[in-house]
T-cell receptor, first 114, second 117 residues
Framework: NAGVTQTPKFQVLKTGQSMTLQCAQD?????MYWYRQDPGMGLRLIYY???????DKGEVPNGYNVSRLNKREFSLRLESAAPSQTSVYFC?????????????FGPGTRLTVT | AQTVTQSQPEMSVQEAETVTLSCTYD???????LFWYKQPPSRQMILVIR??????QNATENRFSVNFQKAAKSFSLKISDSQLGDAAMYFC??????????????FGAGTILRVKS
């Protein structure tokens, strides 16, 4: 049981390049999330998917797209990377546990855009 | 919209002593959940403790306990008998109980905790 996995762990892009961050979970969770973490700002929600086939914008969606490929996988795409998208990206999934929904996080991807 | 504020960018504690990390939040909801997450240098987000707003009793998990003051919208984390392994960034987070909000978490900016030996 690997939990939430993310690839790649590190990535360097040039301005204008595109890339897709991959996320998969093997816990049969319905909901999945993408956050970005910037110094002094905590984690901010980019997009989320409450269930397979649905996606919704979070707090900072501009410049990103997502795909909920199936129940296991939720990818984040940067179509034209900008230096402002330099950040650490976390994927998470959630399930009901002990009377509440708990979020389980992946190890993160450190992205640098030059 | 809900907001979470952690006013202490950095805290230090001597090993074996007690430290309290502060968190305040703003919401118009009466039912919600509050969390403390720990992020060590490995970047992995680890759930430390959870509090349901409808419960008056403060949550405890071993050396970690919270002081939940609903009227004051305050949710502090107390770490007793601090250990070197407690050194990390700590995030306070809020989640609405309304399902239409998709179980999203709203995070504070974080507090770096340093533990001195």
């Amino acid at each position: 049981n690997a939990g939430v996995t993310q690839t790649p762990k590190f990535q360097v892009l040039k301005t204008g390049q595109s890339m897709t961050l991959q996320c998969a979970q093997d816990m049969n969770h319905n909901s999945m999330y993408w956050y970005r973490q910037d110094p002094g700002m905590g984690l901010r929600l980019i997009y989320y998917s409450a269930s397979e086939g649905t996606t919704d914008k979070g707090e900072v969606p501009n410049g990103y797209n997502v795909s909920r490929l199936n129940k296991r996988e939720f990818s984040l795409r940067l179509e034209s990377a900008a230096p402002s998208q330099t950040s650490v990206y976390f994927c998470a999934s959630s399930a009901y546990s002990g009377g509440s929904y708990e979020q389980y996080f992946g190890p993160g991807t450190r992205l640098t855009v030059t | 919209a809900q907001t979470v504020t952690q006013s202490q960018p950095e805290m230090s504690v001597q090993e074996a002593e007690t430290v309290t990390l502060s968190c305040t939040y703003d919401t118009s909801e009466s039912d919600y959940y509050l969390f403390w997450y720990k992020q060590p240098p490995s970047r992995q987000m680890i759930l430390v403790i959870r509090q349901e707003a409808y419960k008056q009793q403060n949550a405890t998990e071993n050396r970690f306990s919270v002081n939940f003051q609903k009227a004051a919208k305050s949710f502090s984390l107390k770490i007793s008998d601090s250990q070197l392994g407690d050194a990390a960034m700590y995030f306070c987070a809020y989640r609405s109980s309304f399902m239409e909000y998709g179980n999203k978490l709203v995070f504070g900016a974080g507090t770096i905790l340093r533990v001195k030996s």
